[in-house]
Nanobody
Framework: QVQLVESGGGLVQPGGSLRLACAASRSIFSINAMGWYRQAPGKERELVATFTSGTSTNYADSVKGRFTISRDNAKNTIYLHMNSLKPEDTAVYYC???????????WGQGTQVTVSS
């Protein structure tokens, strides 16, 4: 198991940028997969960006070219750099880590991102 704590959410105008951080309670070096999901009101939780094996990445089509996922293994932290934000990016953003042989999901508490003028 791992504890995940997100930070960096807030209110930003359309076209603006934010950086989210997810700090893990232990080393992330050997975690199977780690990344970001989001859930907007009335919608299902969806994948935003993840590391799959090692440094391979996967992005939702809606964020490709605008969002970048990165990691700092020394700080046990992953980041989501969000540029050119749109109102439809408004959601609670959750950090996820898949642990163990059966990829048990571990979730952070979420951080609110609101894109509005």
């Amino acid at each position: 198991q791992v504890q995940l704590v997100e930070s960096g959410g807030g209110l930003v105008q359309p076209g603006g940028s934010l950086r989210l951080a997810c700090a893990a309670s232990r080393s992330i070096f050997s975690i199977n997969a780690m990344g970001w999901y989001r859930q907007a009101p009335g919608k299902e939780r969806e994948l935003v960006a993840t590391f799959t094996s090692g440094t391979s990445t996967n992005y939702a089509d809606s964020v490709k070219g605008r969002f970048t996922i990165s990691r700092d293994n020394a700080k046990n932290t992953i980041y989501l750099h969000m540029n050119s934000l749109k109102p439809e990016d408004t959601a609670v953003y959750y950090c996820n880590a898949k642990i163990g042989v059966i990829n048990v999901d571990n979730w952070g508490q979420g951080t609110q991102v609101t894109v509005s003028s």
